[in-house]
């Protein structure tokens, strides 16, 4: 059983350009979110996604969106790069239901680096 | 605004002693309490939780304590053993047990070093 897998593992961009991470979630799993971790910090909610749409959102600019496909894989698009946003990006999948709590499964994450 | 603060960055114990790593909140909303571990290049895991009906919570060699009145939670891990080396982030969130998933506050984290 597959659990959460992020592509690329490693990218380096430049300040101003553009990036797409890629996150396939764990099986059997709808609901993607995604979260940014810098450096000595914790991870940030950045937004969740469920049958599609965005259903919530943490507190980042209009640069980072996101996509949910009808197979449940998910995409983080970040525009116009600042060097503060070199970081950790984490993707986790869970399923929504009665018994959830709030247990996520996390990818390794795509280790950004802005120059 | 930090709502989950762990203040400890570091902590060093020895094998077999107890490890404690201690969690506050700010926010009388967050209504369920995770631990998630990770270890370096690897995503971070599911550890153990609790909800705020409960006071204590525990999965073998793991107990989660939460005090609401002080809003402090703690995870206790005795024996530690060497392979409990990791960084512990404390998360909340306040959805309960309806909750969807995904929109969970975390920590800075805690690297503990269990020394044999």
């Known amino acids: 059983d597959a659990g959460v897998t992020q592509s690329p593992t490693h990218l380096i961009k430049t300040r101003g350009q553009q990036v797409t991470l890629r996150c396939s979630p764990k099986?059997?799993?709808?609901?993607v979110s995604w979260y940014q971790q810098a450096l000595g910090q914790g991870p940030q909610f950045i937004f969740q996604?469920?049958?599609?749409?965005?259903?919530q959102r943490g507190n980042f600019p209009d640069r980072f969106s996101g996509h949910q496909f009808p197979n449940y894989s998910s995409e983080l698009n970040v525009n116009a790069l600042l060097l503060g946003d070199s970081a950790l990006y984490l993707c986790?999948?869970?399923?929504?239901?009665?018994?959830?709590?709030?247990?996520?499964?996390f990818g390794e994450g795509s280790r950004l680096t802005v120059l | 605004d930090q709502q989950v603060k762990q203040n400890s960055p570091s902590l060093s114990v020895q094998e077999g002693r107890i490890s404690i790593l201690n969690c506050d909140y700010t926010n009388s909303m967050f209504d369920y309490f995770l631990w998630y571990k990770k270890y370096p290049a690897e995503g971070p895991t599911f550890l153990i939780s609790i909800s705020s009906i409960k006071d204590k919570n525990e999965d073998g060699r793991f107990t989660v304590f939460l005090n609401k009145s002080a809003k402090h939670l703690s995870l206790h891990i005795v024996p530690s053993q060497p392979g409990d080396s990791a960084v512990y982030f404390c998360?909340?969130?306040?959805?309960?047990?309806?909750?969807?998933?995904?929109?969970?506050?975390f920590g800075q984290g805690t690297e503990l070093s269990v020394k044999p």
């Open positions: 099986s059997g799993h709808d609901t």
């Open positions: 986790a999948s869970s399923t929504p239901g009665l018994d959830n709590t709030g247990e996520l499964f």
């Open positions: 996604y469920y049958e599609e749409e965005e259903r």
């Open positions: 998360a909340a969130s306040g959805w309960g047990i309806y909750n969807q998933g995904g929109k969970l506050i």
